[in-house]
């Protein structure tokens, strides 16, 4: 395909690999937990996240709901970034399907919850307030350029929570480009939560549905919000048969992504009237802006992106652009990009 679709990694489609398998797939009805592709993916996805088991469901949204739910009862609170996809995209599903209440905190550079006012805002038993339950990350974190945020922070964050009594759960929708890019194995992070959503549909090419790790315990209560937020699917090993290969072989290759991404940021750095900081791109998330005396605004720049270079950018509402590096974006589809902004900027 001609088109250069860098709006997001979530536009990736599914591999021929992928096809094939989907194609084959054994298939049994996974309400009943009969569906075995389906129960391949759940257990190998346990498996490398270091966790007793897992939940196929049908988006990072509902992996991020049905997470929250099973931590969380009618009236508890779970702390989050102001800017996570948690508060800031999920359409308030905490509140409005579980009754939780979500208390967002601002964040650092990298996405990173400043923990002394994580403790300070961990509730005393008192009936005028909600009662603290779960503390939420997210690795990478998607507005904060795709940070990478090193294992650290999570043991730290882990930490209050054994001392609190509180559970921690990790938006780890894009968990294995936070690994690449730290050059970890994925349970070093995921060792510090009870629970964690894996999108299979971003930089990982499958085309639908997302994976959320933990206890036996926690799965079992997931199971049921799943089923209560109408996630529940029949013969979805059609599905989960790309997510295998999704977690087997793309989570290894996105280092590709990455250095793609790097190679768009560092180009941009030389176009003039952009704004971007190439040191500051450590996965495929690309964040840039105009300089003030740019002779075109962003509205018109993606329109003669799209129009003369059938090439799709994400982000323009006089925010800035975001470019996502993902499977199908070649180094020479970097490099058409960065050409056709050079002509539109010349
Ligand atoms: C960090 C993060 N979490 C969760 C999601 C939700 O995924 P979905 O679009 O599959 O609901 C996204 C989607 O982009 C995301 O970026």
């Not at 389906?38 to 991020?64: D, H, I, P, R, W």
């Not at 599905?239 to 290894?252: N, V, Y």
Request: net charge negative; proline share 3%; with cysteine.
């Amino acid at each position: 395909m001609k088109k250069i679709d860098l709006r997001s990694d979530t536009v990736s489609w599914p591999t021929p690999q992928m096809r094939e398998a989907m194609a084959t797939a054994e298939v049994g009805d996974d309400v009943y937990g009969d569906d075995p592709t389906v129960n391949a993916l759940q257990a190998l996805a346990a498996e490398m996240t270091g966790k007793e088991a897992g939940l196929f469901v049908t988006s990072g949204t509902q992996g991020n709901q049905v997470s929250l739910a099973a931590h969380c009862g009618r009236g508890d609170e779970a702390i989050v970034g102001f800017d996570s996809h948690i508060f800031n995209a999920e359409a308030g599903g905490a509140g409005i399907m579980s009754s939780i209440a979500v208390l967002p905190l601002q964040t650092d550079g990298i996405g990173r919850l400043d923990l002394d006012q994580v403790k300070k805002f961990i509730r005393p038993d008192d009936p005028h307030k909600p009662t603290s339950r779960l503390l939420c990350g997210e690795n990478s974190y998607g507005t904060k350029n795709g940070a990478a945020i090193p294992v650290d922070y999570f043991k730290d964050l882990r930490q209050i929570a054994d001392d609190r009594g509180l559970s921690v759960h990790l938006d780890g929708a894009r968990i294995f480009n936070a690994a690449t890019a730290l050059g970890i194995d994925v349970k070093e992070i995921a060792q510090y939560a009870d629970s964690i959503s894996i999108c299979l549909s971003k930089g990982l090419c499958a085309p639908a549905g997302t994976v959320v790790v933990g206890t036996e315990a926690f799965i079992h209560k997931a199971n049921r919000a799943r089923k209560m937020l109408g996630g529940s699917m029949r013969q979805a090993g059609i599905l989960a048969a790309a997510g295998i290969i999704s977690l087997k072989d793309m989570t290894k290759r996105l280092d590709v992504d990455h250095k793609h991404a790097k190679r768009l940021a560092n180009g941009l750095s030389n176009i003039p009237y952009i704004n971007i900081d190439p040191s500051k791109v450590d996965t495929n998330l690309v964040f840039f802006n105009l300089k003030d005396n740019a002779p075109l605004n962003e509205t018109e720049i993606t329109h003669r992106l799209k129009n003369e270079f059938d090439i799709l950018m994400g982000g323009t509402y006089g925010s800035g652009f975001r470019a996502v590096t993902h499977y199908w974006i070649t180094e020479e589809k970097v490099d058409k990009t960065l050409s056709a902004l050079k002509t539109i900027l010349n």
